[in-house]
């Protein structure tokens, strides 16, 4: 983070990986998520309005602060609901990993003892809330530590295409299919990525982590409840 538009960035996605403090705009969130047809419902503030009982202005309000952090997309020719089916999610989850092995690749020419200790809190966090029955929790933790690693490389670049493909829309389709298992398994993982980073071993490492994303959800297993 050696340079100002690296430290704006940082926390402005820092703040967008929150649940949000209103109700109805967190219920939409999960709507959203869970109905398979939402995508197909038109996503304007005049249709999230009509569709919540919401006012003029709230509408507004909600239909920002949903492009903000991923539920609705800018196609071609309108705005439209994000789709989290199965072969969308992986594709997120994919990218996601490629830009997390190259930043871990990266930092292996890179001090990092600048943002140790930051990091070091994020960890303690992720393993805390691994053992909680919130996945959502564990998984914005999770991605919290990320973004900071990340935006620690100092490339103001990696890290504005890094947050945009991770934002919050893809932590709550991801939370909301992991299993039981997984959610610790992940907190294994990434503790796995750092005792490799010291001792340096960042290929291993980015293995740890590109693992760590290959558990979105068994087949036929039931989601935990977030």
Same mark, same amino acid.
């Given at each position: ?24 705009? @967190?219920?939409?969130? /999960?709507?959203? +998520?869970?109905?398979? #047809? ?9 249709? $999230? ?7 003029? #202005? /709230?509408?507004?309000? %909600? ?39 190259? %930043? $871990? ?9 600048? +943002? ?36 620690? $490389? ?15 829309? $893809?932590?709550?389709? /991801? ?11 992940? %907190? ?30 068994? #087949?036929?297993? @039931?989601?935990?409840?977030?």
């Amino acid at each position: 983070m050696s340079t100002s538009h690296v430290g704006t960035s940082y926390r402005a996605a820092l703040e967008a990986l929150a649940p949000s403090a209103d109700e109805c705009l @967190e219920a939409l969130r /999960w709507s959203v +998520v869970r109905d398979g #047809e939402f995508h197909r419902r038109e996503a304007s503030p005049e249709s $999230i309005s009509k569709l919540t009982g919401q006012g003029a #202005e /709230w509408g507004g309000y %909600a239909f920002r602060q949903l492009r903000l952090t991923g539920f609705i997309e800018n196609s071609i020719d309108a705005f439209t609901w994000q789709s989290f089916d199965q072969a969308r999610l992986g594709s997120c989850l994919d990218l996601m990993s490629g830009f997390e092995s190259t %930043a $871990i690749l990266r930092s292996q020419f890179i001090d990092m003892s600048k +943002v140790r200790n930051e990091l070091d809190y994020r960890r303690k966090d992720l393993a805390r809330l691994a053992h909680s029955q919130s996945p959502l929790a564990a998984v914005l933790s999770l991605q919290k530590l990320l973004v900071t690693f990340v935006a620690s $490389i100092g490339s103001a670049e990696l890290l504005a295409e890094y947050v945009t493909a991770s934002r919050a829309a $893809i932590c709550y389709a /991801w939370a909301d299919r992991l299993t039981a298992s997984a959610v610790s398994e992940i %907190a294994e993982c990434i503790e796995q990525m750092f005792d490799l980073l010291d001792a340096n071993q960042a290929r291993e490492a980015a293995r740890a982590c590109s693992t760590m994303r290959l558990m979105p959800y068994k #087949e036929g297993a @039931e989601p935990l409840e977030v």
